[in-house]
């Protein structure tokens, strides 16, 4: 499928990754981000000139600028990207989540609809309100339960599962009552190049390069499923081509480990591919804290709705996703010591700091 498309959040983690991989294949892309903390220009550096890459600074809770954005720019689909996205932060400080994930979200489908509803039919057939959600909406599972499918229901447990909770509800409204064509995916945690430093995956690689210690809440044996980000972004794009309007669709690696597995191969690896930072073993470095306030055991996610209906699979094996993303970090320092602006500092000290 060819056309615009009306990204938001593009700046961020995924966002970005995902704007990356539809400008190489040719869709026209305005990325409205009102560049937060986590939004990052350097992240789309490599589209620095392409007339095809529209960026706006915004909100997706400024209907006049949404009603121009898809006036002016006709997109044959909005992705919705754009959220706070950090569990502990929306511990400290929730508010915003509820302001952007529910009440922007709410702005971003009532512009949505008033502009479907002008298109004529055909294209109007084709339009897609893609949100993209988490897996945390289901709450948290016990040892031996059955992974989430898109059938489980919703038992969100911090601000921020609920809040996302919150926007998918919505979403869903807006195709039952008003046949706007909404789809919602929910996929489990996502690592790789270019996720800000707060999340565990980029948090512990860094902190381990330079011999700070690596901070593992609770037990360390919580366990999440991990997914490589360019995988999400393909799924993302089969759902918006071939996905049904109305649907959920569960996206996950079929990859689940505990906490410390994830922070023990980080280590290893940096032993292999780092040795000159002077800090190895980098196991060493590990050093239990106390837990996430409400912290989510396990999260396991069944996939196979997706992989029967638009026969999408994870392509890439964990060990060799890891690598990648570690290499990216060592190889983009300039990323590195951007982010590691004075907010992020002080949001590392407001976090750990005799924790
Ligand atoms: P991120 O925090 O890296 O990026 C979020 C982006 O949204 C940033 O660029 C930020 O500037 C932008 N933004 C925030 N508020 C905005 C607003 N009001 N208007 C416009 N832009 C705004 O997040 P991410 O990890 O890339 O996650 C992207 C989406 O995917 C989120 O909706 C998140 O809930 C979901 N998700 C993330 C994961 C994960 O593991 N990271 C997994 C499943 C789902
Ligand atoms: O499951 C999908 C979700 O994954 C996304 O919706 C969220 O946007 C994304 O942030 C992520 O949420 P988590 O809370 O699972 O991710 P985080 O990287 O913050 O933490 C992963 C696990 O590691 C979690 O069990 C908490 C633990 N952790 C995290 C940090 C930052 C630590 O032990 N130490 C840490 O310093």
């Not at 990216?328 to 002080?346: A, H, L, P, T």
């Given at each position: 499928m060819?056309?615009t498309?009306?990204v938001?959040?593009g700046?961020g983690?995924?966002g970005s990754?995902?704007?990356?991989?539809?400008?190489?294949?040719?869709?026209?892309?305005?990325?409205?981000d009102?560049?937060?903390?986590?939004?990052n220009?350097l992240?789309l550096?490599?589209?620095?000139?392409?007339?095809d890459?529209?960026?706006?600074?915004?909100d997706?809770?400024?209907r006049a600028?949404v009603?121009?954005?898809l006036?002016?720019y006709?997109p044959v689909?909005?992705?919705n990207?754009?959220?706070?996205?950090?569990?502990?932060?929306?511990?400290?400080s929730?508010?915003?989540?509820?302001?952007?994930n529910?009440?922007?979200?709410?702005?971003?489908l009532?512009?949505a609809?008033?502009?479907?509803?002008?298109?004529p039919?055909e294209r109007?057939?084709?339009?897609r309100?893609?949100?993209?959600?988490?897996?945390e909406?289901?709450?948290?599972l016990?040892?031996?339960?059955?992974?989430?499918?898109?059938?489980?229901p919703?038992r969100?447990n911090?601000p921020?599962?609920a809040?996302k909770?919150g926007?998918d509800h919505?979403v869903r409204?807006?195709y039952?009552?008003?046949?706007?064509?909404?789809?919602i995916?929910?996929c489990?945690?996502?690592?790789?190049?270019?996720q800000?430093?707060?999340k565990?995956?980029?948090?512990?690689?860094?902190?381990?390069?330079?011999?700070k210690?690596l901070?593992?809440?609770g037990?360390g044996?919580?366990?999440?499923?991990?997914?490589?980000?360019?995988?999400?972004?393909?799924?993302?794009s089969l759902?918006w081509?071939?996905?049904?309007p109305?649907?959920?669709y569960?996206?996950?690696?079929?990859?689940?480990?505990?906490n410390i597995?994830?922070?023990e191969?980080?280590?290893?690896?940096?032993?292999?591919?780092?040795p000159?930072s002077?800090?190895?073993?980098?196991g060493?470095?590990?050093?239990?804290v106390?837990?996430?306030?409400?912290h989510?055991?396990?999260y396991?996610?069944?996939?196979?709705?997706?992989?029967?209906?638009?026969?999408?699979?994870?392509?890439?094996?964990?060990?060799?996703?890891?690598?990648k993303?570690?290499r990216w970090?060592?190889?983009?320092?300039?990323?590195?010591?951007?982010?590691k602006s004075?907010?992020?500092?002080d949001?590392?000290?407001?976090?750990?700091?005799?924790r």
């Amino acid at each position: 499928m060819s056309g615009t498309i009306l990204v938001t959040g593009g700046a961020g983690f995924i966002g970005s990754n995902f704007v990356l991989r539809q400008r190489s294949c040719k869709n026209r892309i305005v990325n409205l981000d009102l560049l937060t903390y986590a939004g990052n220009l350097l992240n789309l550096q490599e589209l620095n000139g392409d007339p095809d890459h529209v960026f706006v600074q915004g909100d997706i809770g400024d209907r006049a600028l949404v009603r121009k954005l898809l006036e002016d720019y006709q997109p044959v689909a909005v992705v919705n990207f754009a959220a706070e996205s950090h569990v502990d932060r929306s511990i400290e400080s929730p508010e915003s989540f509820i302001q952007t994930n529910i009440v922007g979200t709410f702005h971003l489908l009532e512009e949505a609809l008033a502009y479907w509803k002008r298109l004529p039919a055909e294209r109007g057939d084709r339009f897609r309100f893609l949100h993209v959600s988490t897996d945390e909406v289901y709450g948290s599972l016990g040892p031996a339960d059955p992974a989430f499918t898109e059938n489980t229901p919703y038992r969100p447990n911090s601000p921020y599962s609920a809040s996302k909770a919150g926007s998918d509800h919505l979403v869903r409204a807006y195709y039952h009552t008003f046949g706007l064509p909404t789809i919602i995916t929910n996929c489990s945690n996502n690592y790789g190049p270019r996720q800000f430093p707060e999340k565990l995956t980029p948090l512990m690689l860094l902190n381990a390069l330079e011999g700070k210690p690596l901070p593992v809440y609770g037990d360390g044996l919580n366990i999440r499923d991990w997914l490589y980000v360019d995988d999400h972004c393909e799924a993302l794009s089969l759902v918006w081509e071939r996905g049904n309007p109305g649907e959920t669709y569960n996206i996950g690696g079929c990859c689940e480990k505990a906490n410390i597995e994830i922070v023990e191969t980080i280590c290893a690896l940096l032993d292999e591919m780092a040795p000159e930072s002077g800090y190895a073993p980098h196991g060493s470095l590990i050093t239990y804290v106390k837990d996430r306030p409400g912290h989510d055991r396990r999260y396991a996610v069944d996939c196979s709705r997706i992989e029967r209906e638009l026969g999408w699979r994870a392509k890439e094996s964990f060990e060799s996703g890891l690598g990648k993303t570690i290499r990216w970090y060592i190889d983009n320092r300039e990323w590195v010591e951007s982010v590691k602006s004075g907010s992020y500092r002080d949001w590392m000290v407001r976090q750990y700091t005799g924790r």
